[in-house]
């Protein structure tokens, strides 16, 4: 204990002598969600005049960085964006954004083999005596970025939950150190609407006892969740571990106990949501976080008998393609795990998948349920892969559908003063 004590007193740096160390150059990847190293990201800015061309690899946005926002940063610093958060949407009115576009089980694996990060910033909990730190609850592809890079940087947190999975980092894995007590970003709750509630109470139509559930972020999400408190015996396999899935395993609901696969454990690959959230995750030995290559790999997700994924969306056409990520042209967020859970989720023994939208958008002047996607629209989950787009209105089942079948079941969940012109685009586009 006493070496690896040294050893940790020797890593030991002030945030001044970590913003030292980064070179222009140099390629930076940092942590997501609860993982951002927000000690250094607060002050990494003070360094543009002594670097240039250094890129930053994030995901959304936890706070806004000056590295990000300041116009002066261009030349200095260039960000890099995996998935679209509110300041990546903000920067990208004025100038580009460069983004990566990719489907989380596999996103790292084809950017280390083309262009790996060498510098690695996240924030972790605390050593144990054994020399271990544990990433948090953000392994997503967090893990991946930390084993290609030449250099790793912890911000030890004390307000991070040990966790169990892919999560351990030994101290002899780490460059540097940096002690901090930043509180921890936490998302606020996300009040829904009516058309949230009953576009939930559809979805939870759909779940049955023992199903093994994936839900996302939002209004809709919560929803579901809530009308879930009379099922029984559901599982949990998902890319994000939610404050409604916290609250649902305290109830007994989800106990996992008839999943086939990790049976009796609730598998995500992060956590974010409230300071409850943190502290209920924190030892907790039913919930494990294990990398995006796995949670998110489709073959792996469809060896979860029952496996109902649930996503959101912002617009469909006539024959059940889905766009989750751009409006038009213009990048919104990204494709996450959206197209991974779709595609596994169709080919789970007894599995269901789930896209949920509201049928209208601006205030009701506009159908997300399209005859076409919009004109640069991009496609993150197939027609070939949807089974069942969910409204305010009703279910459309799409799967083992005929292109006229799904025209028919979708119009039939549109928003009522939008059905006939969709009857009218789909008989001039011969859908119909």
Request: with cysteine.
């Amino acid at each position: 204990m006493n070496d690896i004590r040294a050893e940790y007193e020797r890593k030991k740096q002030t945030v001044e002598q970590i913003l030292e160390k980064i070179r222009s150059g140099d390629k930076i990847f940092v942590g997501f969600y609860g993982g951002e190293p927000r000690t250094i990201l607060r002050r990494i800015h003070e360094i543009a005049p002594q670097v240039s061309d250094v890129e930053i690899w994030k995901a959304t946005d936890m706070e806004d960085f000056p590295v990000f926002t300041d116009p002066a940063m261009e030349g200095h610093f260039e960000m890099k964006s995996i998935f679209y958060g509110k300041t990546a949407r903000e920067i990208s009115k004025n100038r580009p954004v460069d983004y990566f576009p990719n489907d989380l089980h596999s996103c790292m694996r084809l950017k280390n083999e083309q262009d790996p990060c060498n510098v690695f910033m996240v924030t972790a909990a605390p050593m144990d005596e054994d020399g271990y730190f544990t990433l948090g609850s953000w392994v997503q592809i967090e893990r991946d970025a930390l084993e290609a890079a030449d250099t790793v940087i912890l911000e030890v947190n004390p307000n991070a939950p040990r966790t169990f999975g892919d999560t351990a980092i030994h101290i002899s894995e780490v460059d540097w150190i940096l002690e901090t007590d930043a509180a921890l970003p936490e998302m606020p709750e996300i009040p829904f609407t009516p058309v949230e509630e009953a576009i939930g109470e559809n979805v939870a139509e759909l779940i049955r006892d023992g199903d093994c559930i994936q839900l996302g972020i939002g209004g809709t999400s919560n929803v579901v969740a809530r009308k879930l408190v009379d099922k029984r015996d559901l599982g949990i396999h998902s890319e994000m571990f939610t404050d409604s899935m916290m609250e649902l395993m305290k109830k007994g609901v989800i106990n996992c106990s008839r999943k086939n696969l990790n049976p009796g454990l609730a598998v995500a690959s992060f956590a974010w949501g409230s300071r409850q959230l943190y502290d209920f995750i924190d030892g907790n030995r039913d919930i494990v976080f294990r990398r995006s290559s796995y949670v998110n790999d489709p073959f792996i997700i469809a060896q979860n008998d029952n496996m109902v994924s649930i996503n959101t969306t912002l617009q469909v056409d006539l024959t059940g393609q889905v766009c989750s990520e751009s409006i038009g042209p213009r990048q919104y967020s990204g494709t996450g795990g959206a197209f991974d859970f779709a595609y596994g989720a169709l080919h789970s023994r007894g599995g269901r998948g789930i896209v949920a939208v509201q049928s209208t958008a601006k205030n009701g002047t506009i159908s997300r349920i399209s005859p076409l996607l919009t004109e640069g629209a991009m496609v993150s989950i197939t027609r070939n892969v949807v089974d069942n787009i969910v409204t305010e209105y009703g279910v459309a089942p799409m799967r083992g559908r005929t292109v006229r079948q799904r025209v028919q079941n979708l119009i039939a969940v549109a928003h009522p003063d939008f059905r006939e012109e969709l009857k009218k685009q789909a008989e001039y586009l011969m859908l119909w």
